[in-house]
Nanobody
């Protein structure tokens, strides 16, 4: 059974930073494409960062230069570091997986498995 579990969310002040984790199991992590998505209240889910099995990354313009996605293949954990947080970064953050993939995609339809999400709230 594939499982993805996000953690690390919480309340952060503007200008601060956060590191989200996504613990995974049930598939070959180092052969998967992984992504981070977020959904703010009243808005559609947005793909913000992706990494493929070779370590190639892609970022949405909304987080580019403020975010870093990376995988720890030894621990089967995906991370997202974000700094210089803005009010508009407040959202529920989800990780997603597509096993046996070479894609680096910010599209929801790419991914097969999803976590339950973790809330990040940015306040001034």
């Amino acid at each position: 059974e594939v499982q993805l579990a996000e953690s690390g969310g919480g309340s952060v002040q503007t200008g601060g930073s956060v590191t989200l984790s996504c613990a995974t199991s049930g598939y070959t992590f180092d052969r998967a494409s992984m992504g981070w998505f977020r959904q703010a209240e009243g808005k559609e889910r947005e793909g913000i960062a992706a990494v493929d099995r070779a370590g190639h990354t892609k970022y949405a313009d909304s987080v580019k230069d403020r975010a870093a996605i990376y995988k720890d293949n030894a621990k089967n954990v995906l991370y997202l570091q974000m700094h210089s947080l803005k009010l508009e970064d407040s959202a529920f953050y989800y990780c997603a997986a597509k096993p046996e993939s070479f894609l680096t995609s910010l599209r929801e339809s790419t991914y097969t498995y999803w976590g339950q999400g973790t809330q990040v709230t940015v306040s001034s």
